[in-house]
């Protein structure tokens, strides 16, 4: 008996970048029949066990269903996942993004696994729709060309290249025109923008010109940013410019700088200090997030209290931490390990930080007034990207004007003014 239609279904792991690009994929795959798509991620072993643990129930649910597996793991190791029970085809993170790649006759053509080494160009793809979602991403960059000790995935997207002015803004007009009141700009490294496009602009110079070539749009963002390479524009913006949102995701890793030289970051605590210090000073409600990873090898206890002083001294919100992750072949996984366990202890010493961080943060903003983007009936972000609880009903993708009056387990309560 043939199972009904199901269309196409996408499990999503790891980044807004790939977030992205699984709409791109949706737009490709419209037609077909019985399909899902997983698109995974490499940035941690856990990442990778929970796609793998996703495909093997997504197999057992539908056994008739063809599963395509792409993302930064499929790119790297695309035998393991082809080994994979109910894996049709696995398709790398060029391929993944071609139209061709998604027609039913491709489907039956086997592995599609190209030299990611080799790409130099960032395709532009026009995404209208983020299922389920009131914010766009749009993805201005691919790739890097930095080696940090720990990280994998420059294996897996390949060197960086930009995307246009041009083919930026021309995505973020069809955005805007479906909808969309707030736009993301996402990458591998997206401060590495304009790198290889002629005279070499800067990030800062491509969110100038959005902001001016799409004056309708309501809400520009970034993604994590290198603390480095925020250049004077993008604080020119922070200073003046009300539709940039008052938010930095710092790609901060450590607080110590021994663990940071020996991760090859470049950069050292005192510039994220500064980096920090000169945001609050712009805009001192200016939310700010950082991801840190806890347990990098050679990490004692004395260099870990390093880092869990500067968090506390920081003060940061909206922490991403990870217990760190080996990765076969990083020069990082040749190093001295700090047991599991204790990278476990470790991170959610850091988190607790956070989470005491966010919480004071929040009180912060009892009695101000804040621009919340619906994205729930009752729910949605400020500028500031502090989670807020609406106490009545609106609509979602409508910006409300709202009062801060008490603060939660999950963020601000507010009222509608």
Same mark, same amino acid.
């Given at each position: 008996?043939?199972?009904?239609?199901?269309?196409?279904?996408?499990? +999503?792991?790891?980044?807004?970048?790939?977030t992205y690009e699984s709409e791109v994929m949706r737009g490709h795959a419209? @037609?077909?029949?019985?399909?899902?798509?997983?698109? +995974?991620? #490499?940035?941690?072993?856990?990442? $990778?066990?929970?796609?793998?643990?996703?495909?093997?129930?997504?197999?057992? %649910?539908?056994?008739?269903?063809? *599963?395509?597996?792409? &993302?930064?793991?499929?790119?790297? !190791?695309?035998?393991?996942?082809?080994?994979?029970? @109910?894996?049709?085809?696995?398709?790398?993170?060029?391929?993944?993004?071609?139209? $061709?790649?998604?027609?039913?006759?491709?489907? +039956?053509?086997?592995?599609?696994?190209? /030299?990611?080494?080799?790409?130099?160009e960032t395709a532009g793809h026009l995404v209208t729709e983020f299922a389920?979602?009131?914010?766009?991403?749009?993805?201005?960059?691919?790739?890097?060309?930095?080696?940090?000790?720990?990280?994998?995935?420059?294996?897996?997207?390949?060197?960086?290249?930009?995307?246009?002015?041009?083919?930026?803004?021309?995505?973020?007009?069809?955005?805007?025109?479906? @909808?969309?009141?707030?736009?993301?700009?996402? &990458?591998?490294?997206? +401060?590495?923008?304009? &790198?290889?496009?002629?005279?070499?602009?800067?990030?800062? %110079?491509?969110?100038?010109?959005?902001?001016?070539?799409?004056?309708?749009?309501?809400?520009?963002?970034?993604?994590?940013?290198?603390?480095?390479? *925020? /250049?004077?524009?993008?604080?020119?913006?922070?200073?003046?410019?009300?539709?940039?949102?008052?938010?930095?995701?710092?790609?901060? %890793?450590?607080?110590?700088?021994?663990?940071?030289?020996?991760?090859?970051?470049?950069?050292?605590?005192?510039?994220?200090?500064?980096?920090? $210090?000169?945001?609050?000073?712009?805009?001192?409600? *200016? &939310?700010?997030?950082?991801?840190? *990873?806890?347990?990098?090898?050679?990490?004692?206890? =004395?260099?870990?209290?390093?880092?869990?002083?500067?968090?506390?001294?920081?003060?940061?919100?909206?922490?991403?931490?990870?217990?760190?992750?080996?990765?076969?072949?990083?020069?990082?996984?040749?190093?001295?390990?700090?047991?599991?366990?204790?990278?476990?202890?470790?991170?959610?010493?850091?988190?607790?930080?956070?989470?005491? #961080?966010? %919480?004071?943060?929040?009180?912060?903003?009892?009695?101000? !007034?804040?621009?919340?983007?619906?994205?729930?009936?009752?729910?949605?972000?400020?500028?500031?990207?502090?989670?807020?609880?609406?106490?009545?009903?609106?609509?979602?993708?409508?910006?409300?004007?709202?009062?801060?009056?008490?603060? !939660? =387990?999950?963020?601000?309560?507010?009222?509608?003014?």
């Amino acid at each position: 008996m043939p199972s009904p239609e199901r269309g196409v279904d996408i499990l +999503t792991f790891g980044c807004r970048l790939n977030t992205y690009e699984s709409e791109v994929m949706r737009g490709h795959a419209t @037609g077909l029949d019985d399909v899902i798509i997983v698109n +995974t991620c #490499a940035v941690t072993g856990e990442a $990778e066990r929970q796609a793998r643990q996703a495909i093997r129930r997504a197999h057992r %649910q539908r056994p008739g269903a063809r *599963i395509v597996v792409t &993302g930064c793991a499929a790119q790297i !190791d695309p035998d393991r996942w082809s080994a994979l029970p @109910g894996v049709t085809r696995v398709l790398g993170n060029e391929d993944k993004l071609k139209a $061709e790649s998604w027609t039913p006759a491709a489907l +039956t053509q086997g592995n599609a696994v190209s /030299d990611i080494m080799a790409a130099r160009e960032t395709a532009g793809h026009l995404v209208t729709e983020f299922a389920g979602r009131t914010r766009a991403f749009v993805e201005v960059q691919q790739g890097c060309d930095h080696r940090c000790t720990f990280c994998i995935i420059p294996f897996g997207r390949g060197p960086s290249r930009s995307a246009p002015v041009g083919a930026v803004v021309e995505q973020v007009r069809a955005l805007v025109a479906s @909808g969309y009141r707030e736009v993301v700009l996402t &990458g591998v490294d997206i +401060t590495s923008w304009g &790198g290889d496009l002629p005279g070499t602009p800067r990030l800062g %110079q491509l969110c100038r010109r959005l902001l001016a070539l799409v004056p309708e749009l309501e809400r520009l963002r970034l993604s994590s940013v290198d603390p480095v390479e *925020i /250049d004077e524009d993008i604080w020119r913006l922070l200073e003046s410019e009300p539709r940039f949102m008052p938010y930095l995701h710092l790609s901060l %890793q450590a607080g110590s700088d021994m663990i940071l030289k020996r991760m090859k970051r470049r950069h050292l605590v005192e510039d994220a200090a500064r980096v920090i $210090e000169r945001a609050r000073s712009i805009r001192p409600r *200016i &939310g700010i997030g950082a991801d840190l *990873i806890a347990g990098f090898p050679t990490e004692d206890d =004395a260099l870990f209290e390093e880092t869990l002083a500067f968090v506390e001294q920081a003060s940061l919100p909206f922490l991403h931490v990870f217990p760190y992750s080996a990765r076969p072949g990083t020069p990082a996984a040749r190093m001295p390990a700090v047991q599991v366990v204790e990278r476990k202890v470790r991170a959610a010493r850091i988190r607790a930080l956070g989470e005491a #961080a966010a %919480q004071a943060y929040y009180r912060s903003l009892i009695g101000q !007034d804040l621009s919340v983007l619906m994205e729930t009936a009752d729910s949605g972000h400020s500028e500031e990207f502090a989670p807020v609880r609406l106490t009545k009903l609106s609509e979602i993708g409508r910006i409300e004007r709202v009062r801060a009056v008490a603060v !939660d =387990a999950g963020g601000v309560v507010a009222e509608t003014i």
